[in-house]
């Protein structure tokens, strides 16, 4: 026989040795089981109006609390909504965001001058919390009282007549809502 393919035959036959065994290698795994040192639970947020308190909404330059129905605001006119909540926390590394609702001022009807008056307004609406012009919250463990104030001025106009697209404009205060939101 040609050396040639004798040398052919036995290439030919060591390449099927190793293509059999190539489905067969052994792969090895272990695991080890730790011992956790306890368990973790989730914590809490919420935010509900504290009962009993004497907060409410301070009509333009008025001393006293009194309802917004059938106030009419002007131009250079502020209403100031003062609010005492509960906010109950439980959790490490817990803050949150205090905020006016998205629907706490909204147009009375579709009209141009509402949707005006309605803009204006939440446009300028000032909030604190706990008389800090911030919006952060870091609430302790439990529950602990947090006033909101919100501070509303119908803007005066650089541009004489700017304010004419909102008179007559009325808004609902009926979702009017402070919401809380986790960082």
């Not at 006119?77 to 005492?84: G, I, L």
């Not at 909030?127 to 012009?133: D, E, S, Y």
């Not at 304010?163 to 960082?183: H, M, P, R, W, Y």
């Amino acid at each position: 026989m040609n050396k040639l393919v004798k040398g052919s035959i036995a290439g030919a036959a060591g390449i099927a040795l190793l293509l059999g065994g190539a489905g067969t290698l052994a792969t090895w795994n272990s695991a080890a089981t730790i011992s956790a040192p306890g368990t973790i639970s989730a914590g809490t947020l919420s935010i509900a109006a504290a009962t009993g308190s004497t907060d409410g909404w301070k009509l333009g330059n008025a001393a006293t609390v009194a309802s917004p129905a059938g106030f009419k605001i002007v131009p250079g006119d502020t209403v100031t909504f003062t609010k005492t909540f509960n906010v109950t926390a439980t959790g490490d590394n817990l803050t949150a965001t205090a905020a006016l609702g998205t629907l706490a001022i909204t147009p009375a009807t579709s009209s141009a001058a509402d949707t005006a008056l309605a803009a204006a307004l939440t446009k300028s609406a000032a909030f604190t919390v706990n008389g800090a012009a911030t919006t952060s919250v870091s609430p302790a463990a439990g529950t602990q009282p947090v006033v909101v104030t919100v501070t509303i001025t119908y803007p005066k106009s650089a541009t004489a007549g700017a304010e004419n697209s909102s008179k007559l404009g009325a808004v609902s205060l009926s979702d009017f809502s402070i919401t809380l939101t986790q960082n």
